[in-house]
């Protein structure tokens, strides 16, 4: 038969039992406790850092440029946003608006008065971009003109540094009809077509 443990031994090991877990730092407190910020390290207060996402700036550079060309809908301009490449150059903007709307852009209604091979090339100088055309405007419709001429005009305005643009056939200055028809050799800019302006501009 196994000897009785006597109750005052029983005792004494319950109380080291209760001593031990107290010297842990256990406590009696089972609710949560808060840490001033100023006690916690600052790598735990800073947000995880994210090994799948990549910075916005990041992302913009692969879209590259989006630029603004103006089509025809109706009897006025509409600009549209297209991606391009970086830092494209006005030729290159213009041989994008030469190619005509897309598709989605065609069901839309929108068209264009400029012909697909009439840009030769540009040159800036001071402001004014000269666009050297490949023929002279007796190729496209007579009603079309003004707007084949304000469709190239908006569309390099909206780049920085163009304000003015002249127009060339062979390195020589012709001239070009301004929204009311009248034709002029000078420069233009976008105040020349305020009959063609799209809405609300």
Do not use: W
């Amino acid at each position: 038969m196994r000897a009785r443990r006597p109750p005052f031994v029983a005792l004494v090991v319950v109380a080291g039992l209760l001593f031990g877990l107290a010297s842990c730092g256990t406590g009696t407190d089972r609710g949560a406790t808060t840490i001033p910020p100023e006690r916690v390290p600052f790598d735990l207060l800073a947000p995880p850092e994210s090994t799948t996402s990549r910075p916005k700036e990041a992302e913009a550079d692969d879209v590259g440029e989006a630029v603004v060309l103006f089509f025809v809908d109706g009897d006025r301009l509409e600009p549209v946003f297209r991606p391009m490449g970086h830092d494209p150059s006005a030729l290159d903007v213009l041989v994008e608006l030469a190619e005509g709307p897309t598709r989605e852009e065609a069901r839309r209604g929108l068209t264009t008065a400029t012909p697909s091979s009439s840009i030769r090339g540009v040159t800036i100088s001071r402001g004014i971009a000269t666009v050297d055309l490949a023929t002279t405007q007796t190729d496209v419709r007579s009603d079309q003109q003004a707007l084949a001429v304000a469709q190239i005009v908006f569309t390099l305005t909206a780049r920085p540094g163009i304000g003015r643009v002249a127009f060339t056939v062979d390195g020589d200055l012709v001239d070009v009809p301004v929204g009311s028809g009248a034709l002029t050799g000078d420069a233009v800019a976008r105040e020349d077509y305020p009959e063609l302006a799209p809405p609300n501009t």
